[in-house]
């Protein structure tokens, strides 16, 4: 038996391999590239594409792709063999520098929104050599952004990248004037945590709700649900035990550090969390987990529920994005230091994400703004749409002291003064409360835990690396300019907690009280997708985001059709599955056990038996077989009317105002059918074999 630690990453073309298969100047280099962002110059490229096709080839791969991650959410790769024909007849297995740095997919068939007309249908896929390139099956993966031929990005990866690279420039800057002359790059790392539901695949296939949509549609609950508080953190079930363990095999082996797992609240929900990356290979890693996830689970006779609400009644699915900023030498800059100094750099940046988080709320919110996640925000289960910061007692105590220029006591009864005292290390807050905010300091961290399950972690960071950015930009504007640095160091910390403590809110988020008095505050609610989204073209967020050169003004109205467009097709494509299992299944249950029932009255009744059962069943199923039949047609029309509107904005407000409405309305009476109708008349399995089904 190998051990963990002999495959680990033994399908990632590593720091090892590259190591023992570079030259030492090729190795260089290339480390000059990863660590440091320099030029790649194409005679290493060549030298490195060949030690990775030789390296793949060994590990039995006979194909390459450029993998990317286009704004559908998901990743996509197109395969081309490393053959090439000799003049004898035989085949070179090849693979250029040019090859690996660039590759032209044919980009006509990947949302665009506008940005680059069909009949210019190429795009381009760039290498990031910051992200490993990897084995799958028998292809070599290269990580690369996705751009159109005008240099747009098209992906996901792009703007991430250039987000990493505008909080670089901005935390370096403030790193200066604290003296600090080392550092050469700051980096943001995440670790998310990835929620998922198991189901048995058999059951799935019978699911056209679950096959089309990712979720049910229809469905009463059973008599059990999460109540009993058994679930959690419970014993692994022997199946899933097994899936779990492939599952972690085969993250391992893509260098995937999967570290975490565990039963989650709902029946049937699971979490894996990995240790921290840096951002953008968290990002890939998450994708890769995604896709990693399903894959095992089809083995297991099982599918994997990647949507953030696949049940009505029990917990939906979300993922945290824990975040932070570290120095190349090893320091979190969101970990109070050892010395009053570190402290007072410590407090900048964290007023700094203060600051972000207020000015910056609509742009986290967005970034995880979709048609699965507006079902989970608020729902008191996953923390409210409304963003605000936790941060627990004992930080909150060092603010209000700074604030008040009053003592603080957590050492020492004296004047908060930047510079003298040494802060006491943050514990992160264990009480339950904290679950329920949005976004939560946790001693060296940040946890933005509005994500859901199947977004891609990418936009969320974005925005989160671009705001901080912007906060950071803007101090240090002020305090290279300053005269005293101390004292203006003081006085911007205090002011800024002074302007925007407003989005500190350490109580109970899913509470109907906090919603109320974050109105009061002039915090923003943004409920749904079509509320959320069109705030990405609000002028003070395009300048932003433009100013740090993470979008383009094309590529930022680009994204907004891109998500409307996909929250609209994504409810389009619920409703209409809607109407096929209403016309296809529900009523027809109905009606045969109607039919059945109106047989045995009138046997018992020639008989001279009462039938006021039968009778009594069959009054209550025609009139909820009407109600079916209106709510279907009504949703029908509703469709069809949705149809004729072209403008995406319009169309997702009618979708959010008409559509979704109505798709409640006829799952009210055909779940209530559901549970008067014998089951074997039923023509889909129910929530309780679902949620249940898997030993
Ligand atoms: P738990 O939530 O089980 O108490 P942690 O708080 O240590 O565990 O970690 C939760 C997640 O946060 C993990 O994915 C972990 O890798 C990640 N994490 C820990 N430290 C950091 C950090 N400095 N930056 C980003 N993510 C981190
Ligand atoms: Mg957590």
Redesign the pocket.
Known sequence: MSTVSDFFGSMVFDDRVMKAKLSESVYKSLKKTIDEGAKLDISVANAVAEAMKEWAVSKGATHYTHWFQPLTGITAEKHDSFISPAPDGRVLLEFSGKELIKGEPDASSFPSGGLRATFEARGYTAWDPTSFAFIKGKTLCIPTAFCSYGGEALDKKTPLLRSMEALNKQALRILRLFGNTDVKVVKT?????QEYFLVDKELYDQRPDLIYTGRTLFGSLPPKGQELDDHYFGVIKPRVAAYMEELNEELWKLGV?A??EHNEVAPAQHEL????ATTNVATDHNQLTMEIMQKVAAKHKLVCLLHEKPFAGVNGSGK?N???I?TDSGQ?L??PGETPYENAQFLLFLVAVIKAVDDYQDLLRLAVATAGNDHRLGANEAPPAVVSIFLGDELQAVLDAIEADTPYDGTEKTTMKLGVHVLPRFQ?DNTDRNRTSPFAF????F?FRMLGSSNSIACTNIMLNSAVAEALKQFADELEKADNFDSALHDMIRRTIKDHKRIIFNGNGYDDAWIAEAEKRGLENLKTTPDAMPKLLDKKNVDMLMSHKVFSETEIKARCEIMLENYVKTVNIEALTMLDMSRKMIMPSVDEYIADLSETAYKKNSIGVSYAYEKKIIEKLSVLLEKIDAATDELGVAVAEYKKIEDVMESSAFIRDEILPKMEALRAPADEAESLTAEKYWKYPTYGKLLFGVR
């Open positions: 790392s995440v670790g998310p945590e550090l570290k975490t969390a990995p240790i921290y945290h824990n975040w932070s570290s979190n969101l970990s992160r946790t001693g060296n961290k946890e």
